[in-house]
Structures are given as C-alpha cells and as structure tokens.
C-alpha cells in the first residue's frame, strides 16, 4: 500500500495527473460514495482473489485527505441470481456513456457496468433544462485551462452558458475496470441531467475532454 500511495504521489506532482503504467492493469469494482452525516449502499460481484477494499475521506473546506485500507480475500463460486426487474442500464465505454432513451423519475435501481477496456466511473448532476454537452464541456474546460486570458480592451466578455452554481451534485461512483458491475438505489426528480467521466486515459487527458458526456432528461 505504502509503494501504491508513493506511485500516485508521484504522479499528482505534475502539471497533469499520468497514472502509473500499473494503474490500467488492476481491477476496480467501484462502491459507494457518502456525504459527511450520510450513508450509502451497494451491490458488488466481486470475482474470487485478493481484493483491496480503500475507505478514502475528503475534506471540502481544507482539501485534506486520507486513505484507510483493509485487505480481503474473496472464496468460492458466484450463485447464479436472477436479474433485476426494472434495473435502469448504465453502460460506460470509450468514450461514452449508453443509457435508456426514457428515463422515469421516483425510486429506481441503476445497473452501472463497464463494457470499455479503460477504467470509468459516473459523476451524476443536475443541470438546467437546455443544456447541452458542449455546454458541459465548456464548463469543464474552464476547470483545467485555468481563469480564461483578459479581454482586449473594449471587448464584451462572454459569459459560458453553464456555471459552477448552476450544477448540483446529484451522485457518483467510484472506479470501474472492463466487466465490473455494481447496482445502486437512487431517487431521481424530473429535470435535466449530465453524466460524465473524469478519469484520465493513459495520457493524463480525463476522458470528459475526450466526449465522454451525456446529457438527459428524466421525466
């Protein structure tokens, strides 16, 4: 673990954050993510071996963080189960996001899965009606370009249609590895949503820069 911190370290020090060529060769089964007071569940399949299981707490006023690790070895045969009725597919792959054409609002089960050969996770918001993925993108640029350059003088600034305060965070889940699968309970309201996948490809570029984007509505 002491080796794994070390190697991510190293790679967080540059300008932009190139994982370790081992990263793309271990095997991520996301999980849950909770607000400070909150809880969250999920349903893992978790194949027979050695897993590492990583409680990591965040700090949002100081930035501060840590990492908690507990070992595990996982024994025997998967039992054969019934689908989900009702499961809501959520399909991640490069670099794209599949979900259905009609999404219904209320209680509903996700069945998040990763059919690409990269590792993705969801980011889930609330973003007003009208939005567009270019607009997302747009967003999204202005957090790894940095302030935009100042006008030329006389110039009118132009405001990006979409702004930090007009997204709310809605729900997201940790890192997936090719055919891992995890189901979740969520509540969603009608409204827009945006979808979208922050990892980095073996180059560093996350893959939101890379399309990976997808804008919805729930009715």
């Not at 070390?6 to 909770?34: I, L, Q, R, W, Y």
């Amino acid at each position: 673990m002491e080796e794994l911190e070390a190697a991510f370290e190293e790679a967080e020090s540059g300008p932009m954050f190139v994982p370790p060529a081992f990263f793309f060769d271990m095997v991520f089964n996301g999980g849950p993510t909770s607000n400070p007071g909150g809880t969250a569940e999920v349903v893992l399949d978790l194949a027979p071996g050695e897993w590492v299981v990583n409680l990591f707490t965040a700090d949002p006023e100081t930035f501060e963080d840590s990492n908690t690790y507990q070992t595990l070895t996982v024994t025997g045969e998967m039992p054969e189960v019934d689908d989900v009725a009702g499961a809501v597919d959520i399909e991640m792959a490069e670099m794209y996001f599949n979900v259905p054409d009609t999404m219904t609002s209320g209680p509903q089960i996700w069945h998040v899965f990763n059919s690409g050969l990269q590792v993705h996770h969801v980011i889930l918001a609330g973003v007003p009606e009208g939005t567009t993925s270019d607009d997302v993108l747009e967003l999204v640029n202005t957090e790894f370009a940095g302030p935009p350059a100042s006008p030329e003088p006389g110039a009118t600034p132009v405001e990006p249609a979409l702004s930090f305060e007009d997204v709310e965070d809605m729900f997201d889940t940790l890192l997936f590895s090719n055919g891992q699968a995890n189901w979740y309970e969520l509540d969603l309201e009608p409204g827009a949503y945006a979808m979208i996948c922050f990892m980095p490809d073996p180059s560093g570029t996350p893959h939101v820069m890379l399309g990976m984007i997808e804008v919805f509505t729930v009715e």
